[in-house]
C-alpha cells in the first residue's frame, strides 16, 4: 500500500490501534476534527479516485459493523454478511465499482475495534450458521501488516461453533495468518482472472501465478480455500483462457479443500463508464454487447453470459464433480440453463443452504442451530 498522507480523526487518536497502525507507516499525518477540508482534496482532484488512493483517514464506524449483503433486486443473493472494516481499496482495476460508490472516493480504515468485537460476541452467541466476510467494500488483506485485525478475527472465529469468516483478496498478504490456530473457520479466498485480463484491468494487484501459490500455502496450513470469478470478461479467446486458469488452481490445491467458486459477469451501473474512459484509456472491457438489466446495471446479453458460465462450470467439473459452483446475481433462468438447476430446485432449497451445507461439510461447522 503506497501512501501520501495519513489523516487521523481524532475520535480516534489515542486509540492504542491507532497508535499501533501509524507507527508502522513512516509516512506525514495530521488529526483532523473536521473531514470536510479532507473531503474536498479528495473531490476537487483531477483525479479523485487516484488521490482517494493515495489518502488514508483513520477513523470509527460510527453504524453497525456486521451487516446483510445490499444484493441487488430481481436477482438470486448468496445471503452473505459483511463485515464492514474498511472502505475502498489500494489497488487499482478498471471495473471496480467502489470507483463511484463512494462519494467521495477515500481510503478508509476504522479503528474502532473493540465496537466490532462486541458486536461480533453477540452475534456469535445466537449460534446461527452465518457467512461472514471483510471483502465486500475493500479488499480483505490490504491492511496487512500495518493491522493486526485480521489475525485477531482468525482468532475470534476459531473458538466459536456457527459462523465462518471468509478473507477475500487480491494479494499475497499471508504472513500472518501461518501462525495462527484458525480450526478451519476461516476461509481464504482469492479473486481470479485470466493472465491478460490481471495484467491490463487490475493494476497493483498480485500475478495468478502468486495468488494460487499463496493459495497453496494457505492449504498446507489447513485452511479451506475458495475463488471468485467476478468480474468474468468476455474476449476473444477468453473461454481457453479461463480454462487455463482452471487447470492451474488445481495444479496448485486439491479440490477436496474448495468450499465454494463462483462465477459472475462483469456489470457496471451506467456511471462508471465514462470513469473506465477518463481513467484506462486503453481498457476495452466497456464496449461489449450490453444490455440494461433488472437492477439498471449494464449486462452482457443472457445468452453470452450462459454460455460462458456452462464452459467455465464444465472445466472445474472436469477436475471434480463436488466443488459447489454458484452463480453471483444471476436469475433462475440463468441458473437453469448454466448449470442445469435453479436453487430452489436444488436440495438445499436455496442458495444461502447451498452455500451454509458447503460451508458445513469444509470448515468444521457441526455445532450450530440454523435459522
Not at 28 to 38: E, F, G, M, R
Not at 72 to 92: A, N, R, V
Not at 180 to 208: F, G, V, Y
Amino acid at each position: 500500500m503506497k501512501i501520501s498522507k495519513i489523516f487521523i480523526d481524532q475520535a480516534v487518536s489515542e486509540l492504542p490501534e491507532t497508535i499501533s497502525f501509524i507507527s508502522t507507516l513512516k509516512i506525514p499525518s495530521s488529526i483532523v476534527t473536521d473531514t470536510k477540508q479532507l473531503y474536498e482534496i479528495v473531490s476537487q482532484s483531477e483525479d479523485p479516485v487516484t488521490t482517494g488512493k493515495n489518502l488514508l483517514f483513520l477513523t470509527e464506524n460510527k453504524g453497525t459493523f456486521l451487516k446483510e449483503c445490499p444484493g441487488t433486486s430481481h436477482y438470486t443473493c448468496c445471503g452473505y454478511k459483511i463485515l464492514h472494516i474498511g472502505s475502498f481499496c489500494s489497488m487499482d482495476c478498471s471495473y471496480c465499482i467502489l470507483q463511484v460508490y463512494f462519494h467521495p472516493p477515500i481510503l478508509q480504515y476504522y479503528m474502532n475495534s473493540k465496537k466490532l468485537f462486541n458486536e461480533l460476541s453477540q452475534h456469535f452467541s445466537s449460534k446461527k450458521l452465518s457467512r461472514i466476510g471483510t471483502g465486500e467494500f475493500t479488499d480483505s488483506l490490504i491492511w496487512e501488516p500495518m493491522s493486526d485485525l485480521t489475525e485477531k478475527l482468525v482468532v475470534e472465529f476459531s473458538k466459536q461453533t456457527a459462523s465462518v469468516l471468509e478473507l477475500k483478496t487480491k494479494t499475497v498478504s499471508i504472513q500472518a495468518l501461518s501462525r495462527l490456530p484458525h480450526n478451519r473457520k476461516t476461509i481464504l479466498s482469492w479473486s481470479l482472472n485470466t493472465e491478460s485480463i490481471i495484467q491490463s484491468e487490475e493494476k497493483k494487484t498480485a500475478s495468478l501465478s502468486a495468488r494460487l501459490q499463496a493459495a497453496a500455502r494457505c492449504e498446507s496450513l489447513g485452511y479451506p480455500l475458495a475463488f471468485h470469478f467476478d468480474p468474468l470478461i468476455i474476449y476473444e479467446g477468453c473461454e481457453k483462457d479461463y480454462q487455463d486458469v482452471i487447470k492451474k488452481i488445481f495444479d496448485h490445491v486439491s479440490p477436496e479443500n474448495i468450499v465454494w467458486i463462483s462465477l459472475g459477469s462483469f456489470r457496471f451501473i451506467p456511471s462508471l463508464k465514462p470513469i473506465i474512459q477518463k481513467r484506462f484509456e486503453q481498457s476495452d472491457i466497456i464496449y461489449g454487447e450490453f444490455i440494461t438489466g433488472l437492477d439498471g446495471k449494464m449486462r452482457y446479453f443472457k445468452p453470452f453470459r450462459i454460455q460462458l458460465y456452462k464452459k467455465i462450470a464444465s472445466y472445474i467439473r472436469n477436475f471434480s464433480s463436488d466443488i459447489l459452483v454458484y452463480l453471483c446475481m444471476e436469475d433462475d433462468e440463468v441458473w437453469k440453463k448454466s448449470l442445469g438447476f435453479t436453487p430452489s430446485e436444488h436440495e438445499c432449497k436455496s442458495l444461502p443452504r447451498m452455500l451454509d451445507q458447503s460451508a458445513i461439510q469444509h470448515c468444521n461447522l457441526n455445532d450450530f442451530i440454523q435459522e
